[in-house]
């Protein structure tokens, strides 16, 4: 069974920093797109940021993270990361990890595997 552990996430003021990781058990991992999602409270789960497989040539962002989130994959390690910078209020959201086999996509339904969710609540 697949399973995937999300940590780093937490508070921090507006215009701060956090690093989530997630560490999956996938073999080989280096086969699986990841990704990040977020979900803020009345509303739709997000795709946030997602990199391919292999060497994680292709990327993803959302056009409201752009420029301030980084999605990075350590195939060593089987941990992909979501650097996020300048984080604003409207960052705030559950912030869950997921994994698919093959080709990066961004649709929710089309990833099998997922994290538990961590908590990300910026203040202003």
């Known amino acids: 069974q697949v399973q995937l552990v999300e940590s780093g996430g937490g508070l921090v003021q507006a215009g701060g920093s956090l690093r989530l990781s997630c560490a999956t058990s996938e073999r080989p991992f280096s086969t699986y797109a990841m990704a990040w999602f977020r979900q803020a409270p009345g509303k739709e789960r997000e795709a946030v940021a997602a990199i391919s497989y292999n060497g994680g040539t292709k990327t993803y962002y959302a056009d409201s993270v752009k420029g301030r989130f980084t999605i990075s994959r350590d195939n060593a390690k089987n941990t992909v990361y979501l650097q996020m910078n300048s984080l604003k209020p409207e960052d705030t959201a559950v912030y869950y990890c997921?994994?698919?086999?093959?080709?990066?996509?961004?649709?929710?339904?089309?990833?099998?595997?997922w994290g538990q969710g961590t908590q990300v609540t910026v203040s202003s």
């Open positions: 997921a994994s698919r086999f093959g080709v990066v996509t961004t649709g929710p339904r089309e990833y099998a595997y």
